[in-house]
């Protein structure tokens, strides 16, 4: 039976997150969630590659970023109108059924890229309903104080997933085939449902509106008018966009063609991606741990500025030991800034428009942000790496100023 307690701007949760068993089941679901969500794609991408030739093979890799782009922002408003775990549960019980029925096909027949096509659009569906409800869902199972803790340690999931799921997949796909890693990403979207029945969901306040004074109201257009009339979420949405527009093309393309350059191969690219992923992991260990940062605004703009330096220095650095170096700073520097963005989200949205507030902010770095990659690899092609990621930094250092000319993001803090 679910039991809800009132949720508080001001809660005293008995424990810190990272020992709350109700916040380690949640983790446990996103965890189980996210290396599934990897070895889905590794079973995708190379079903597509053996079933068509290598552009249907990308076509149906990007097929699912469309409706994703699409409905992520209706995506919102439905989290906050029925209720986020409700659309995460729905969300990974479809992705199951669907995965393990392509698995099925697979064990069956080699079924061509039909049925892996659907299997995209229906992700991408799935996805801009996901993404905004699991944004919204942790001011359901802890407190306000401990969100900051929570966004440390979702981030930790994340490059948990990035590490442990692709290894898995290729694993999966080299013992039996894409029908054995398609089915152990559906086992692993099932193993996070009995997880997220389990929670205890803390109910909405009956004031919500912050800053606004109105009570929250469920359609897309009281979404964004909290977010422009706040003081602190209308910077920081800014501020996260042109972080996303001026980072992923670098860290990306950019990376592959400057390892390309260099001659430090995909071994050497591997482990520049494997500095960056340290570093971020131990920004999201701090926030896990220590629960807040003082002067967080502060700290969030500085560190951008800090990782918008490194990210143009790397352009510049010969030595593969030497670009390691620089890719574990961007991580820190960039990991903790990136972790803060997330945080203050969290902390100064109200519950009842976190549906929505998530949504705007992933349709910028999962939806408009992609479409600099090709970008990125075209200016290289014309410019070279060098003025390339300098131009990104550029971008990336722009958001770190923006948001020090914000007095309110400037002096945002997280709740003690």
Not at 31 to 55: C, E, F, K, R, T
Not at 229 to 252: E, K, M, T
Not at 294 to 319: D, E, H, K, S, Y
Not at 390 to 396: D, G, K, N, Q, T
Request: hydrophobic letters at 55%; charged letters at 10%.
């Amino acid at each position: 039976m679910t039991v809800t307690a009132p949720l508080t701007r001001t809660p005293a949760p008995q424990k810190p997150a990272h020992r709350d068993g109700n916040v380690l089941r949640w983790l446990g679901a996103y965890g189980a969630s996210m290396i599934g969500d990897n070895i889905y794609y590794v079973a995708l991408s190379w079903a597509a590659v053996q079933s068509g030739s290598p552009s249907q093979a990308g076509l149906v890799m990007a097929v699912s970023a469309a409706p994703r782009a699409l409905l992520m922002l209706g995506g919102g408003v439905i989290a906050d109108r029925l209720g986020p775990r409700r659309i995460v549960m729905a969300a990974d019980a479809v992705r199951s059924v669907a995965v393990l029925g392509v698995a099925g096909l697979f064990l069956a027949t080699r079924p061509g890229l039909w049925p892996l096509t659907v299997l995209g659009l229906v992700f991408g569906i799935v996805d801009a309903l996901f993404l905004p409800a699991v944004g919204a869902l942790p001011a359901r199972v802890t407190g306000r104080d401990q969100l900051a803790r929570v966004q440390g340690l979702r981030g930790l999931a994340v490059r948990l997933a990035n590490v442990v799921g692709a290894p898995l997949g290729g694993l999966g796909v080299a013992l039996g085939g894409p029908a054995a890693a398609f089915g152990a990403a559906g086992l692993l979207f099932a193993i996070s449902l009995p997880l997220l029945m389990s929670l205890r969901i803390r109910d909405l306040p009956d004031d919500g509106g912050g800053e606004s004074g109105a009570p929250a109201g469920n359609g897309l257009a009281d979404g964004l008018r909290h977010i422009r009339r706040h003081s602190v979420l209308a910077p920081l949405v800014v501020v996260i966009a042109l972080s996303d527009l001026g980072f992923v093309g670098p860290l990306n393309v950019g990376l592959t063609l400057l390892a390309d350059q260099r001659g430090w191969g995909a071994s050497g690219m591997g482990s520049v991606l494997a500095g960056f992923g340290v570093g971020a992991g131990a920004a999201s260990l701090l926030l896990a741990v220590r629960g807040r940062v003082p002067r967080a605004g502060l700290v969030l703009a500085v560190t951008m500025g800090g990782g918008a330096v490194a990210i143009g220095a790397l352009a510049f650095v010969p030595r593969l030991a030497a670009a390691v170096a620089v890719a574990l700073v961007i991580g820190l520097l960039a990991g903790l800034s990136g972790a803060l963005c997330g945080a203050l989200t969290q902390t100064h949205a109200e519950p009842a428009y976190l549906g929505r507030v998530t949504a705007v902010t992933s349709l910028s770095s999962l939806g408009l942000v992609p479409l600099t990659m090709p970008l990125t690899g075209a200016a290289v092609g014309l410019w070279g790496t060098g003025p390339v990621f300098v131009a990104s930094a550029a971008i990336c250092a722009l958001a770190g100023v923006y948001g020090l000319c914000r007095t309110p993001l400037r002096r945002a803090e997280l709740p003690a």
